[in-house]
């Protein structure tokens, strides 16, 4: 009596001109309601997860491209003579970069806030990659003067993308963490950027001195080993970020959606703005 006390009370009522495939077919339907948003949240999860991965590696290439002005001059002052390699050409092979980052954090700090994180990091990327492959072929030009000047557009070229990746990857890595590991903010913006760039230092000097090792201290080997390293770490980033999405946040506060009461916001947080600007230009400036 109990077993059918309870069989009778699990069993649904039908309704006249219903079958019982109706029913349960409308209970299994009912059971998958919640399946796409589990699904859609461990997407968004793991999109997440893989921009920040994305900011983290992009910034370890851009330190490596700035320590490599230092291994340049190096070997370069030993291949060329005091008269070809001068102190003028010097800085200005080791500018290349900076003036070509000021150029990239121009452009693409408004472009990537005004259209896309991901389409702006790809294209910094792009860039990083094109200049390190022209650089690494600065051997095949003839003539001293030539060749430096080569050198020094392929330096500006990436110096273009490593200063787009700075505003890209800094606010796609907050935006990412701030959808899924909002607590966990501030230590993911230090990994992501100030550790990732100041390590690329260090990685290129070890680069510089194992190849100088391994040829028999051949400087041309060593230039070409340094450089090459140079292109595939950002070929590496591309692939990384080629499967990231771009955060709801930006999705639903980008510029090109909402229109910025540019002088309400200057009037009201100008302190802030020069204080955060004059920060991360210092730091700049040192970093480079």
């Known amino acids: 009596m109990a077993n059918g006390h ?28 919640h399946a796409p948003k589990v699904d859609d949240d461990f997407s968004r999860r793991t999109g997440s997860i893989v921009t920040i991965i994305g900011s983290a590696l992009a910034n370890l290439s851009d330190g490596y491209q700035q320590n490599l002005a230092s291994s340049t001059n190096v070997i370069f002052s030993h291949l060329l003579d005091k008269e070809a390699y001068t102190s003028e050409r010097q800085t200005r092979i080791s500018n290349a970069v900076l003036v ?3 150029i990239g954090i121009l452009i693409f700090g408004y472009t990537s806030d005004r259209f896309s994180r991901k389409g702006g990091m790809l294209v910094t990327s792009g860039l990083v990659v094109i200049g390190s492959l022209m650089a690494t072929l600065a051997f095949q030009v003839h003539g001293v003067t030539g060749m430096l000047w080569y050198l020094t557009v392929a330096r500006g070229a990436a110096g273009v993308g490593v200063g787009g990746e700075y505003p890209t990857s800094a606010a796609a890595a907050i935006e990412g963490s701030n959808e899924h590991f909002d607590s966990k903010r501030g230590p993911i913006q230090v990994l992501t ?96």
């Open 100 to 102: 070509g980052s000021i």
């Open 193 to 288: 950027s100030t550790l990732m760039a100041t390590s690329g230092g260090p990685i290129c000097t070890f680069v510089y001195l194992m190849a100088l090792i391994g040829s028999g201290n051949d400087l041309r080997v060593a230039f070409h080993a340094i450089y090459s390293i140079s292109i595939f770490l950002p070929m590496l980033v591309i692939l990384v970020r080629w499967r990231m999405q771009d955060g709801k946040l930006f999705e639903m506060s980008n510029i090109r959606k909402r229109n910025v009461p540019w002088t309400l916001l200057l009037k009201k947080y100008w302190r802030r703005l020069l204080g955060t600007s004059a920060a991360w230009f210092l730091y700049d400036f040192v970093n480079l």
């Open 6 to 33: 309870v069989n009778q009370m699990d069993e649904k009522p039908i309704r006249h001109g219903q079958s019982s495939v109706e029913v349960d077919s409308r209970d299994a339907s009912s059971d998958h309601t």
